[in-house]
């Protein structure tokens, strides 16, 4: 089992930038296949990045392409999401995601994910 705490969220004018960091317990947290997810105010979760367990192969959202980056560092038990070129709609609670895989897989649904963490707030200022 592992467990994930979000932070890096804030307030930030639009064009700005932000890196969230998500920390995981546990030892085995390169085996783990993570993601980014997001959601805004009476909107469904929806799906922003992904990232294999060895960070080798990555997966974004049309909507993020070319703004963010997601990245890990397993010898940190940390995955990261570096936003730039920040938006009012990108305002959401981001959430990261873990789950245990046994190949290089990127997960892009919530219902493939086992757990998740209390996520952290983001906020973008036009």
């Known amino acids: 089992q592992v467990q994930l705490v979000e932070s890096g969220g804030g307030l930030v004018q639009a064009g700005g930038s932000l890196r969230l960091s998500c920390a995981a317990s546990?030892?085995?947290?390169?085996?783990?296949?993570m993601g980014w997810f997001r959601q805004a105010p009476g909107k469904e979760r929806e799906f922003v990045a992904a990232?294999?367990?060895?960070?080798?192969?990555?997966y974004y959202a049309d909507s993020v392409k070319g703004r963010f980056t997601i990245s890990r560092d397993n010898a940190k038990n940390t995955v990261y999401l570096q936003m730039n070129s920040l938006k009012p709609e990108d305002t959401a609670v981001y959430y990261c995601?873990?789950?245990?895989?046994?190949?290089?897989?990127?997960?892009?649904?919530?219902?493939?994910?086992?757990?998740w963490g209390q996520g952290t707030q983001v906020t973008v200022s036009s």
């Open positions: 995601a873990a789950k245990l895989v046994a190949g290089t897989q990127i997960l892009a649904k919530r219902y493939e994910y086992d757990y």
């Open positions: 546990g030892r085995t947290f390169s085996s783990y296949a």
């Open positions: 990232i294999s367990w060895s960070g080798g192969t990555t």
